[in-house]
Structures are given as structure tokens and as C-alpha cells.
């Protein structure tokens, strides 16, 4: 594992010195040294910032955007010094330093054993501070961030929480010149807690929808409550999975590959081959092939399908990067931003966007009291999909929300073949307009139970399995061989 070396003195910068004469070291700039290759020194000092920032910074404090983030974003972290002017220092071509003059002892939190960071009282209000964007990074992430971190606050810790919050901020305001930061800070405290007027003051969906203490979809969350009170009446055989590395990259391949397809992005599977494996654009679709590599860097990502939900702020932060990783190459289509109009698939209209946050909050809550596994997974997908939470991308999301379920308690995660596209849909139409709920249950069910028995560390024999049972092939051309595979996982599913 590569290190980075800082000289202690005189004598230990004439031997580092030496090192890099006799290759065994590279000077990254005066006073850092790394055993890296130069190919690697970007990721070492992406991972390893703070010991630099330690080095070559006086008394340094992590500071606004980067107290967050804890990274460089785009290179470039920032801090505060007990300086009298705003300097930049360099490291090499990959890292910049932004050296900020401030106060750094007033409101702060150790972030590593000899570094600390700004606490989160003046993160709030330093994020709140006017920047600059012309090519530039921002030091700030300004006031969109602000509300959601008190909305996280909130819902975490209580309206205790957010008093104690501004409580220290009005009391350090005047030590760190952010007086006009904590004015804005404590208007959205009181818009948020209801102690004030709003007065257009809240921006973002969650603070607003918290404010108004949260509007909700009555209907969906009358249906949320019975697929809740149908799925635990079911009583689900768990489908181990043991992870290999290939049998996992095969698997993840036609998850994405089939989810696709489903949702109109069709490629042969020998192309969608060519796009995963080889990254190469096919037939000029650009943005098509994204959606198939992007869809599988995401379920192939063993620690990202690890991540589920612990409460509602989580499940808001889980879709939204999910949804940004998937569709970061579609900048038409929002990346990560909650739809502002009312979409629809036929007759069916989902979610008004006003209602969003409160229906996915309420909507949580039943899921919690599911057991984890194939239950929660179910849920998990019908409660995305009947939000509908983005313009686009909707469907996929809601399969990659349910095999993370799976794959987090170890089970086996499921493809959802085109030839079954039919009875899935069929289940999705029942369980909305009807709320019957036993055909999308038994589809699941029985499609985790075929995805288990298939051998997925040979890649060929996997395709080869796949092919003969017509799993490829649409609904029409394939359904009768397809059923024969799967016709014999059954349980007793209750009724309705």
C-alpha cells in the first residue's frame, strides 16, 4: 500500500531527497514524498488530503464545503488558518489547498487525531457564506444543503436538536464574522420549526414538506398499508447467496441487461456485452449504452447494494444518489432531482410531486415492520414505483432498491427476464388499480427462486441456461418454455 512521507527535519529532508535520486521515492512538491507510481499519486492524495493538509498548513481547520464532505471535490479541499490572507497551496496537478484566514478553535470537531473540523453549528452557517462559482469550485454548498441538513437533524434528534444548534451559532456568531449567516440560519430554524413565518423562506421539498408537516397521497398510503398487511402474511424460504467474484459480475451483467430491456432500451445481449465488458458505445447510442453500463456499475457495486435504508432522510439520500449515478449522462432528465410535475404510465398517475417526501416518509414506515428479505424487497420496489419520485429512470430504480434489499441480508438478488415482462407488469397493474397484490408477489417469488438455481460463475454456461429457457425472448415467443422452469416454485399465497 502506498504512503506519503513529510520530512521531520534537515537530515530527514537531505535522505528523502536521496530516495527520489535513487528512484526510490517520487517528490510530489517540496516537503511530500510518496512511494506511489505516478499513476497512483492522485488516488493517494484523494484518500490521504488531511495528512497533507496537516503538513503543510498552519494550525489548519477543515472547513466549509470539505468539513462535510470529508474529500477533495474535483481536487480541491478547504480550510481555515490562522492567516491574514486567502492563499492556495498546490500539490502536485491533483490537489489544491484553498487556505482560508478564520478563527480555528471556536465551534469545532476532531476529525482525525491531530485535525478537526468545524462543527456542525458554524458548518451550517459557513455553508451559508457567499461564493463564487465562475470555474471554480464553491466553498460553500450553500442554502438547499442547509435545510436538509436541519430536515436530517430533525428527524433524527427532535426540535431539541435544532435549538441547540442555533443556540451555539448565536452565541460564536460575532468570534467567527458570520452574523448575517446566522440571521439566514435562524429564519430557516423557525420556518422549519414552525416558530416563525415562512415567507418563501424554505427552498427544497423536504424542508418545506417538514414545515408543513409533511403532505401525504391518502390513497397510496392506504395501499402501501395493505401490500404491508398482505407480504406478512407470507411466510418466504430465504435464497442464500455466496459471493463470488464472477458468478456476481454475471448475475449483475443480465440484472442490468434485462431491466433495461424492460424499459425500452433494447440491445442484443451480444452488444450489451460489448457496452459492460469491453466499454464501447454500440451503434452510436450513446446515452442507450450509458443506461445498460450505469445500471450495472450500480448492482455490481457489492458495498453500494449493501446499502438499505435506516429512515426516511436515508431512503430520500439512497435514491437520489442511485438516481444520479444512473442517469448522470441524461442531464434532461434531472440526475437526482425529485420530479416537479405529475408523471404518469397510461391511466395510472403517480404521485403528485407536493405529496412526494410525505408518502415516501409515511410509506417507510410500514416498511420497517416488514421482516428483511424477499417481504421488505417487495415492498421496497411497489413503494418506489407507485412514487414514482423522478422524471425518468422510475422502474429501474425501483429493482435496484429491491435487489439491495436482497443482496443486504445475503440473499440472492433476481433478473426479471423480457420474456416475464408481461406477468410483472400484469402484477404492477393489480396491486395498483385493484390492490390485489398475490400476482406481483408471486412473480418476485418465483423469479428470485429461478435466479438461484441458475450456475452464474461460468459465464457461458449462464447464457447458455438463459437461451434455452427462451429468458430472452418476448413474452409472446417464449412464455410457454419459460414457465416450465419456473412453474414449480410455489408456496400457499394468502388471497387478494
Same mark, same amino acid.
Given at each position: 500500500?502506498?504512503?506519503?512521507?513529510?520530512?521531520?527535519?534537515?537530515?530527514?529532508?537531505?535522505?528523502?531527497?536521496?530516495?527520489?535520486?535513487?528512484?526510490?521515492?517520487?517528490?510530489?512538491?517540496?516537503?511530500?514524498?510518496?512511494?506511489?507510481?505516478?499513476?497512483?499519486?492522485?488516488?493517494?492524495?484523494?484518500?490521504?488530503?488531511?495528512?497533507?493538509?496537516?503538513?503543510?498548513?498552519?494550525?489548519?481547520?477543515?472547513?466549509?464545503?470539505?468539513?462535510?464532505?470529508?474529500?477533495?471535490?474535483?481536487?480541491?479541499?478547504?480550510?481555515?488558518?490562522?492567516?491574514?490572507?486567502?492563499?492556495?497551496?498546490?500539490?502536485?496537478?491533483?490537489?489544491?489547498?484553498?487556505?482560508?484566514?478564520?478563527?480555528?478553535?471556536?465551534?469545532?470537531?476532531?476529525?482525525?487525531?491531530?485535525?478537526?473540523?468545524?462543527?456542525?453549528?458554524?458548518?451550517?452557517?459557513?455553508?451559508?457564506? /457567499?461564493?463564487?462559482?465562475?470555474? %471554480? @469550485? #464553491?466553498?460553500?454548498?450553500?442554502?438547499?444543503?442547509?435545510? !436538509?441538513? *436541519? +430536515?436530517?437533524?430533525?428527524?433524527?434528534?427532535?426540535?431539541?436538536?435544532?435549538?441547540?444548534?442555533?443556540?451555539?451559532?448565536?452565541?460564536?456568531?460575532?468570534?467567527?464574522?458570520?452574523?448575517?449567516?446566522?440571521?439566514?440560519?435562524?429564519?430557516?430554524?423557525?420556518?422549519?420549526?414552525?416558530?416563525?413565518?415562512?415567507?418563501?423562506?424554505?427552498?427544497?421539498?423536504? /424542508?418545506?414538506?417538514?414545515?408543513? %408537516? @409533511? #403532505?401525504?397521497?391518502?390513497?397510496?398510503?392506504?395501499?402501501? !398499508?395493505? *401490500? +404491508?398487511?398482505?407480504?406478512?402474511?407470507?411466510?418466504?424460504?430465504?435464497?442464500?447467496?455466496?459471493?463470488?467474484?464472477?458468478?456476481?459480475?454475471?448475475?449483475?451483467?443480465?440484472?442490468?441487461?434485462?431491466?433495461?430491456?424492460?424499459?425500452?432500451?433494447?440491445?442484443?445481449?451480444?452488444?450489451?456485452?460489448?457496452?459492460?465488458?469491453?466499454?464501447?458505445?454500440?451503434?452510436?447510442?450513446?446515452?442507450?449504452?450509458?443506461?445498460?453500463?450505469?445500471?450495472?456499475?450500480?448492482?455490481?457495486?457489492?458495498?453500494?447494494?449493501?446499502?438499505?435504508?435506516?429512515?426516511?432522510?436515508?431512503?430520500?439520500?439512497?435514491?437520489?444518489?442511485?438516481?444520479?449515478?444512473?442517469?448522470?449522462?441524461?442531464?434532461?432528465?434531472?440526475?437526482?432531482?425529485?420530479?416537479?410535475?405529475?408523471?404518469?404510465?397510461?391511466?395510472?398517475?403517480?404521485?403528485?410531486?407536493?405529496?412526494?417526501?410525505?408518502?415516501?416518509?409515511?410509506?417507510?414506515?410500514?416498511?420497517?415492520?416488514?421482516?428483511?428479505?424477499?417481504?421488505?424487497?417487495?415492498?421496497?420496489?411497489?413503494?418506489?414505483?407507485?412514487?414514482?419520485?423522478?422524471?425518468?429512470?422510475?422502474?429501474?430504480?425501483?429493482?435496484?432498491?429491491?435487489?439491495?434489499?436482497?443482496?443486504?441480508?445475503?440473499?440472492?438478488?433476481?433478473?426479471?427476464?423480457?420474456?416475464?415482462?408481461?406477468?410483472?407488469?400484469?402484477?404492477?397493474?393489480?396491486?395498483?388499480?385493484?390492490?390485489?397484490?398475490?400476482?406481483?408477489?408471486?412473480?418476485?417469488?418465483?423469479?428470485?427462486?429461478?435466479?438461484?438455481?441458475?450456475?452464474?460463475?461460468?459465464?457461458?454456461?449462464?447464457?447458455?441456461?438463459?437461451?434455452?429457457?427462451?429468458?430472452?425472448?418476448?413474452?409472446?415467443?417464449?412464455?410457454?418454455?419459460?414457465?416450465?422452469?419456473?412453474?414449480?416454485?410455489?408456496?400457499?399465497?394468502?388471497?387478494?
Amino acid at each position: 500500500m502506498s504512503s506519503l512521507f513529510f520530512p521531520s527535519d534537515s537530515n530527514d529532508a537531505k535522505r528523502l531527497a536521496r530516495s527520489v535520486k535513487q528512484g526510490d521515492l517520487v517528490r510530489i512538491r517540496q516537503g511530500v514524498y510518496t512511494d506511489a507510481v505516478e499513476e497512483g499519486v492522485a488516488d493517494l492524495l484523494a484518500s490521504r488530503w488531511y495528512e497533507v493538509v496537516e503538513h503543510l498548513c498552519r494550525n489548519p481547520l477543515v472547513s466549509y464545503r470539505t468539513a462535510h464532505e470529508l474529500r477533495p471535490v474535483d481536487g480541491h479541499v478547504f480550510i481555515t488558518s490562522d492567516v491574514k490572507r486567502r492563499s492556495q497551496i498546490f500539490v502536485g496537478d491533483s490537489l489544491t489547498i484553498n487556505v482560508l484566514p478564520g478563527d480555528t478553535k471556536t465551534l469545532t470537531d476532531q476529525f482525525v487525531p491531530g485535525l478537526a473540523r468545524s462543527g456542525l453549528p458554524r458548518r451550517l452557517m459557513e455553508n451559508l457564506t /457567499a461564493t463564487r462559482s465562475s470555474g %471554480r @469550485v #464553491p466553498k460553500a454548498l450553500g442554502s438547499n444543503w442547509v435545510e !436538509e441538513q *436541519l +430536515c436530517k437533524e430533525l428527524s433524527r434528534y427532535g426540535e431539541s436538536s435544532l435549538n441547540n444548534i442555533r443556540d451555539q451559532a448565536r452565541a460564536e456568531k460575532e468570534t467567527l464574522g458570520l452574523n448575517k449567516e446566522f440571521e439566514q440560519l435562524n429564519k430557516m430554524i423557525g420556518a422549519i420549526l414552525t416558530t416563525q413565518l415562512d415567507n418563501g423562506m424554505l427552498k427544497t421539498p423536504i /424542508a418545506i414538506a417538514t414545515a408543513k %408537516r @409533511v #403532505p401525504f397521497d391518502i390513497h397510496r398510503i392506504k395501499l402501501f !398499508e395493505s *401490500l +404491508c398487511d398482505y407480504l406478512n402474511q407470507c411466510s418466504f424460504t430465504p435464497q442464500p447467496y455466496k459471493f463470488n467474484s464472477s458468478s456476481w459480475r454475471n448475475l449483475s451483467f443480465y440484472e442490468s441487461y434485462f431491466s433495461n430491456y424492460i424499459e425500452g432500451t433494447e440491445f442484443e445481449i451480444d452488444e450489451a456485452e460489448e457496452i459492460v465488458f469491453k466499454k464501447r458505445v454500440v451503434g452510436n447510442r450513446y446515452e442507450d449504452s450509458h443506461d445498460v453500463l450505469s445500471v450495472y456499475d450500480i448492482v455490481s457495486d457489492y458495498q453500494e447494494m449493501s446499502e438499505t435504508p435506516t429512515t426516511p432522510d436515508d431512503l430520500l439520500e439512497i435514491i437520489q444518489r442511485r438516481h444520479q449515478l444512473m442517469m448522470e449522462q441524461r442531464p434532461d432528465k434531472n440526475p437526482r432531482e425529485f420530479k416537479q410535475k405529475v408523471n404518469k404510465a397510461g391511466d395510472t398517475v403517480f404521485v403528485d410531486p407536493a405529496n412526494l417526501i410525505g408518502t415516501l416518509t409515511r410509506g417507510f414506515d410500514y416498511y420497517k415492520t416488514l421482516p428483511k428479505g424477499l417481504a421488505r424487497a417487495i415492498y421496497m420496489q411497489f413503494l418506489i414505483s407507485e412514487c414514482h419520485p423522478f422524471n425518468d429512470g422510475n422502474g429501474r430504480l425501483s429493482r435496484i432498491m429491491l435487489n439491495a434489499e436482497l443482496h443486504s441480508v445475503e440473499q440472492c438478488k433476481l433478473i426479471l427476464p423480457t420474456v416475464h415482462r408481461d406477468s410483472y407488469l400484469n402484477g404492477l397493474r393489480l396491486a395498483t388499480r385493484q390492490g390485489k397484490f398475490r400476482t406481483l408477489v408471486k412473480v418476485f417469488f418465483q423469479l428470485q427462486n429461478y435466479t438461484a438455481s441458475i450456475n452464474w460463475i461460468a459465464y457461458g454456461e449462464a447464457r447458455e441456461t438463459l437461451e434455452s429457457h427462451l429468458a430472452h425472448a418476448l413474452p409472446d415467443d417464449g412464455v410457454a418454455e419459460f414457465n416450465k422452469h419456473i412453474r414449480n416454485y410455489k408456496m400457499p399465497f394468502p388471497v387478494g
